[in-house]
């Protein structure tokens, strides 16, 4: 039996055995207390899409796409696309009942090794990846918040690997206290978003000479390169991860075969009407040029809109949002790790609980180390295209999972998308994947810096999952050692 869990409470919770049935039995979605219903879901899912990414990516997909009118294009393509998976998604709740999302799918589709290698590159390089790039808006944000001139790498890497830290003493003192100010500080990204698109509402209402704004949305500079229309695309593909995120708790969704795709629609469709309205306010207010060369849009919307008052207040909206998902990022990534320790994919050390703060704090130093070796990447764009290669390689194993399950298992399922919708996800999926590796500089040394990743981590993916090493290996003797000398000299269990 495999099992798994990955959520900020207690870990991201999946269960697997080599005798689950691939025919889905509808009394499975049956009403029953306790349940996640409709309105739920769609507040879950939507709280999970509508993240910090638009404050991140407008810059990065206008410089690429060279014109107003094609980033909103682009960012709405996004959404269908982030539409039509979520949609798939749905359909593999149903044949793979149970929560856990892409671990079941891989693990029922291919079997323990790729499911462990799913695993193992979310612990080890996307969600690291996905810290530093957070950790580094916070700190661009609140560097030029405070007006520092010529800040160099240095203060820069240095800020960023205090963010870290910082979450990771949280998170190691108290799970309580993390989930508090989570919950707390993410409440300042809804002011945020909401403030931005009150204040272009009422710019351009006062704006006397709508003509320059208008301009701004035009198509004439668009790129001509399909290359830079994709990569274009990674920032506002990265702004919409969490469309796969009710899968996680698919097992507690109240009659999934309907709540699931109704809730996840509904959810991926305002955030893409979020996402459009808060570029198009962007570009009411700042000119299409300076929108194009900022690291902090929302710093620079708040300045051109109100000054230093408007400034501080967007920034600060963006600074803590970004603090509430490093925070995050720390609490689930060491979940996920230490859960992984405790199956036998990681040293037994990493699944020790501290007795008075009970939480893993060994997880929680490892999960540190991996972003704070990731902070060495000085580009968010960079790392953008890491995190989109790593989580589409193991969506297009999904959508192929699908299909497998359809036609080889012959699943049926309350849900069906039309197979046209897979088929085409699949091509999407390798578009995506291929494209960093036909470009130059940056994002073809992320491309192959990624599969680079993935093939140091199918070695112990495949041990792992074909039980290879013999029960009493010398690697698992040292282990066992450091385990209990852990737990002898620190108040460990």
Not at 41 to 62: C, D, E, K, Q, R
Not at 239 to 252: F, M, Q, R
Not at 291 to 316: P, Q, W
Not at 355 to 362: A, L, Q
């Amino acid at each position: 039996m495999a099992k798994v869990h990955l959520s900020p409470d207690n870990g991201y919770v999946c269960e697997v055995s080599e005798t689950t049935s691939l025919i889905v039995n509808e009394e499975s979605h049956e009403k029953s207390e306790g349940k996640i219903g409709l309105f739920s879901s769609i507040s879950m899912a939507l709280t999970m899409m509508t993240g910090v990414g638009v404050f991140v990516y407008p810059n990065m997909v206008l410089k690429e796409v060279q014109s107003g009118g094609g980033a909103l294009v682009v960012w709405g393509v996004a959404g269908l696309l982030s539409l039509l998976a979520a949609l798939t998604y749905s359909e593999l709740a149903l044949a793979i009942p149970g929560s856990g999302g892409d671990f079941n799918y891989l693990q029922a589709g291919y079997g323990p090794c790729i499911a462990n290698l799913f695993l193992l590159t979310a612990a080890f390089v996307k969600y690291p990846a996905i810290t530093v790039i957070l950790a580094k808006s916070c700190v661009e944000y609140f560097i030029g918040m405070v007006g520092v001139k010529d800040e160099g790498y240095a203060l820069v890497h240095c800020s960023i690997i205090g963010v870290i830290v910082v979450a990771a003493v949280i998170t190691a003192l108290s799970t309580k206290t993390a989930t508090w100010l989570v919950n707390a500080l993410n409440s300042f990204k809804l002011v945020g978003l909401g403030s931005i698109i009150v204040i272009a509402v009422i710019i351009f209402t006062k704006e006397p000479n709508k003509g320059e704004i208008i301009e701004r949305f035009n198509f004439n500079n668009t790129s001509g390169d399909i290359r830079d229309i994709v990569v274009g695309m990674f920032g506002a593909i990265a702004s919409y991860e969490g469309w796969n995120s009710l899968n996680i708790v698919a097992g507690e969704i109240d009659t999934p075969h309907r709540t699931l795709p109704v809730a996840i629609s509904v959810a991926t469709l305002l955030t893409c009407f979020i996402y459009i309205v808060c570029n198009i306010a962007y570009l009411v207010v700042i000119p299409t040029q300076v929108l194009m060369e900022s690291n902090a849009v929302a710093l620079d919307f708040g300045r051109i809109a109100f000054g230093k008052a408007g400034e501080i207040f967007l920034t600060s909206c963006v600074v803590f949002s970004a603090a509430a998902s490093v925070l995050a990022l720390s609490l689930c990534n060491s979940r996920l790790i230490a859960q992984a320790s405790t199956q036998g994919q990681l040293p037994s050390m990493f699944g020790l609980v501290h007795k008075r703060f009970n939480t893993p704090i060994f997880a929680v130093i490892l999960h540190a180390i991996i972003a704070i070796i990731f902070s060495c990447i000085d580009s968010i764009s960079s790392l953008t295209v890491i995190v989109v290669f790593i989580s589409w390689f193991f969506y297009l194993l999904c959508f192929i999972a699908l299909m497998l399950f359809r036609f080889r298992d012959k699943i049926r399922t309350a849900f069906k998308v039309p197979v046209v919708i897979p088929v085409f996800m699949v091509l999407v999926s390798m578009v995506l994947l291929i494209s960093p590796g036909t470009c130059n500089g940056e994002y073809r040394l992320s491309f192959i810096g990624s599969i680079i990743m993935i093939l140091c981590l199918v070695p112990i993916a495949v041990i792992v999952g074909r039980d290879l090493l013999p029960k009493n290996n010398v690697f698992s003797r040292a282990s066992t050692r450091i385990t209990f000398a852990l737990q002898r000299g620190l108040q460990v269990e």
